[in-house]
């Protein structure tokens, strides 16, 4: 029996601080019509040409929101990752990172997204996600930014 390799994949929780309203945002993005119209982090594929998780992170966040490298204040990791299979039946390692961002303008990528909406951290609660893990991913997050 042949055993597939493991596919990497990211997630990133993009937050956001702003200093005239003294509050933490977080952004997130509805996938559009034929990608089931519910609501999630920054999420994607790990490249064969990303040299490491948090690359493929970079890139993902510039893809999925246009929002350019010089405007991350910090990307790192949530030390927190799972795995789980697709629907396919192959294995996929998922790490998640938090990247601090400085503005609120975004561009999202009509292919994978329809709306997008930043929203205070008092507010996320489980119900936002459709998958729990991107509710876990979002609370470490928000712990992290909010000491």
């Known amino acids: 029996m042949k055993i597939s390799p493991t596919k990497k994949k990211v997630q990133v929780v993009v937050v956001r601080y702003d200093k005239l309203m003294d509050q933490w945002f977080i952004l997130r993005l509805r996938t559009n019509k034929k990608r089931g119209r519910f609501w ?3 999420t994607g594929s790990i490249e064969v040409f990303d040299k490491s998780f948090r690359q493929g992170a970079l890139r993902e966040l510039r ?3 246009n929002i350019k490298n010089k405007a991350v ?3 790192t990791s949530l030390k927190f ?3 789980y299979f697709s629907k396919q039946g192959m294995p996929i ?3 998640c990172f938090v990247a601090i961002v400085n503005g609120d303008k ?4 009509s292919k994978e997204h329809d709306l997008y909406e930043w929203k205070t951290i008092e507010k996320i609660k489980k119900a936002d996600y ?3 893990l991107n ?3 979002s609370k470490l997050a928000i712990g992290l930014v909010a000491l």
């Open 73 to 75: 204040l910090k990307c």
């Open 81 to 83: 990752e799972y795995k």
């Open 40 to 42: 999630q982090n920054v």
């Open 106 to 109: 975004i561009k999202i990528d």
């Open 135 to 137: 509710f876990k991913a």
């Open 63 to 65: 893809e999925e929101t």
């Open 130 to 132: 459709k998958h729990p």
């Open 93 to 95: 390692l998922e790490k």
